[in-house]
């Protein structure tokens, strides 16, 4: 069964610093490639970052590039989101999410996990 857990969210000042992790069980990663995702109320989703399964090849973004970074530990299953200079627009809730094909759009995604909260405040 494939499972994924957000964890790593919290309150943050702007210009401060979070890891968000993103423990998978049920797969390995090379079967997927990992998508990460926010929400603000009253926004749509949107993707942030990904992971590409095929040969790690990572997107992101351009609000979030040079500041935010993806990264894979396959002996812990886990995909993290460091998540650097924090501004006052990346506060949401953080989800990530599998995509059995690529680093595509957000329709391909499968599986998602339950999502882990950013606020960013001073």
């Known amino acids: 069964q494939v499972q994924l857990v957000e964890s790593g969210g919290g309150l943050v000042q702007p210009g401060g610093s979070l890891r968000l992790s993103c423990a998978a069980s049920?797969?390995?990663?090379?079967?997927?490639?990992i998508g990460w995702f926010r929400q603000a109320p009253g926004k749509e989703r949107e993707g942030v970052s990904c992971?590409?399964?095929?040969?790690?090849?990572?997107y992101y973004i351009d609000s979030v590039k040079g500041r935010f970074t993806i990264s894979v530990d396959n002996g812990k299953n886990t995909v993290y989101l460091q998540m650097n200079s924090l501004k006052p627009q990346d506060p949401a809730e953080y989800s990530c999410?599998?995509?059995?094909?690529?680093?595509?759009?957000?329709?391909?995604?499968?599986?998602w996990g339950q999502g882990t909260q950013v606020t960013v405040s001073s």
């Open positions: 049920g797969f390995t990663l090379d079967e997927y490639a």
């Open positions: 992971v590409s399964k095929s040969d790690g090849s990572t």
């Open positions: 999410a599998t995509n059995p094909f690529r680093c595509g759009p957000r329709d391909e995604y499968d599986y």
